[in-house]
């Protein structure tokens, strides 16, 4: 039977005598890769395969960065090593488990193992059946998912991601994190001016949270002076939860609020990955999307907000510094999150008067990347917003980077701008009849 026969006999299925068969997918192996999981919370999982392409791209999913927390161990023998591992030892939050064998041997197979887990385990079985009653019949053992092989590491990671991040009740902020190629070249002021042009156009809740502690803008930028923020939140990570987010959070207009840097060098600040990670994850669990504006800095935590970010925005003078640092973070990239899409380029600053420049078509070419948004220097409109504490738009809403902005917004956002498009003149004419 081919997958769509399957899935349509599989649909007509469940509208029929299934009626709990919302509580275990069924994956056809051909859909396309979707990379679009969430992370996963602090579990262990042991995957027990049978084939080296199954086993393959669980250890690509092992490597990603929504697993990052997760424990994953990957064995070969299948249920067999399984069912001799599990005699013996505890079970972990999830097995996956790949199966050659035919319905009835599997669901034996299935039986021997159960006796060795845990209440709490959830199954995700990789099989290499189309068999819709196989399907019920993990089901009525109390599978979470079953896949058929060929399977990639975008649909394990998708289908673990599934069991364990609820949307109705986990929502998932996305972080878009903000670098700059070199200290200076305005990354800051792309990341403001970006997250706020996203919360007015989706009209979406976004917080920018300020990791440059002692010398961060954001409160000059959105024009607050606020007496608390991020700092207070990393010193005790521990403490953070929603209400006191609520407290440190500064709102500077209907979707936008700022986690905003202490900015005072009496104090040193020694960020650690696993607190900065932690106040990220608070407030990723309460806003839709979180703009992190990173100094230009290498330490071991801006090295893990910058891998484990959804999205990655680099913004670069053109000039050859920039660029053999630009190289250096894309590079890294490219090597670590190999299931992500490619991270943004902001050519900032372009056109400076008497600057030599490197040309936009050389500085993508070196990178192999197209720039997301090439901005130009105009520092009447930046120098004044900068000093107003506004947004480009408001300084100067003709100005000719709030198109770009727009844009890199959307794009970071996955929404493509509508353009409201005026009736042609047949049109016109058909609307006078
Ligand atoms: N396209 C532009 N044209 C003119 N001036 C700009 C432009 N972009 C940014 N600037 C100005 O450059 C200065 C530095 O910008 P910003 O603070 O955003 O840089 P940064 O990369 O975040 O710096 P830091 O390394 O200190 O974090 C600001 O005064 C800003 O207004
Ligand atoms: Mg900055």
Same mark, same amino acid.
Not at 72 to 82: F, K, L, P, S
Not at 127 to 152: C, F, I, M, Q, W
Not at 330 to 346: A, F, G, I, K, Y
């Given at each position: ?7 349509? =006999? ?65 064995? #070969? ?17 999830? /097995? ?28 995700? /079985? ?33 289908? /673990? ?10 929502? %998932? ?23 706020? #042009? ?7 809740? @976004?917080?920018?949270?300020? #990791?440059?502690?002692?010398?961060? =803008? ?15 939140? &990393? ?7 929603? %209400? ?78 920039? &660029? ?56 009447? =409109? ?10 480009? @738009? ?7 980077? %709030? ?6 917004? &959307? ?17 016109? &004419?058909?609307?006078?009849?």
């Amino acid at each position: 039977m081919s997958n769509t026969a399957l899935s349509s =006999t599989l649909a007509s299925a469940l509208a029929g005598d299934i009626e709990d068969a919302a509580d275990m997918a069924f994956t056809d192996a051909t859909s396309p890769v979707q990379a679009n999981a969430r992370p996963v919370p602090r579990i262990s999982i042991q995957a027990f395969c049978e084939t080296a392409d199954v086993a393959g791209a669980a250890q690509v999913a092992a490597d990603d960065r929504r697993l990052a927390k997760a424990h994953v161990a990957i064995n #070969m023998g299948g249920c067999d090593a399984a069912g001799h591992h599990f005699a013996s030892n505890p079970t972990p939050n999830l /097995i996956i488990l790949e199966s050659l064998a035919k319905r009835a041997e599997l669901l034996a197979e299935l039986d021997r193992l159960a006796e060795h887990c845990d209440a709490g385990t959830k199954v995700i /079985i990789v099989g290499h059946l189309n068999d819709v009653t196989l399907y019920r019949d993990l089901l009525k053992r109390g599978v979470s998912e079953y896949l058929v092989a060929p399977v990639t590491a975008g649909q394990l990671m998708e289908s /673990i991601s599934n069991l364990y991040n609820n949307p109705e009740t986990d929502p %998932v902020g996305h972080v878009h994190a903000y670098i700059g190629a070199k200290g200076g070249c305005g990354s800051s002021t792309i990341c403001h001016n970006a997250a706020w #042009m996203m919360s007015e156009a989706l009209k979406s809740n @976004v917080v920018v949270a300020d #990791m440059d502690l002692a010398f961060g =803008t954001t409160g000059l930028d959105f024009n607050q002076d606020p007496m608390q923020g991020i700092g207070d939140a &990393l010193a005790t990570p521990e403490r953070l939860d929603e %209400v006191l987010l609520d407290r440190l959070l500064t709102k500077c207009s209907e979707h936008l609020s700022i986690f905003a840097a202490p900015v005072t060098l009496e104090r040193s600040y020694d960020i650690t990955p696993e607190s900065c990670e932690s106040v990220l994850d608070v407030v990723r669990q309460n806003v839709p999307f979180v703009a992190i504006d990173l100094p230009h800095t290498w330490m071991a935590w801006t090295k893990t907000v910058l891998l484990r970010a959804d999205e990655v925005i680099i913004t670069a003078a053109p000039d050859l510094a920039n &660029l053999r640092n630009a190289k250096n973070i894309v590079d890294l990239l490219r090597q670590t999150r190999r299931n992500d899409s490619l991270p943004h380029l902001v050519l900032n600053t372009v056109g400076m008067p008497k600057r030599p420049e490197i040309a936009v078509k050389e500085f993508e070419a070196a990178l192999d990347l197209k720039a997301a948004a090439v901005i130009e220097f105009d520092i009447e =409109t930046f120098g004044q917003a900068a000093n107003n504490g506004q947004m480009i @738009v408001e300084t100067n809403a003709k100005a000719k980077s %709030v198109p770009a902005l727009r844009q890199l917004a &959307l794009a970071l956002a996955h929404r493509e701008e509508r353009i409201e498009k005026k009736p042609g003149l047949l049109e016109r &004419l058909k609307l006078k009849r």
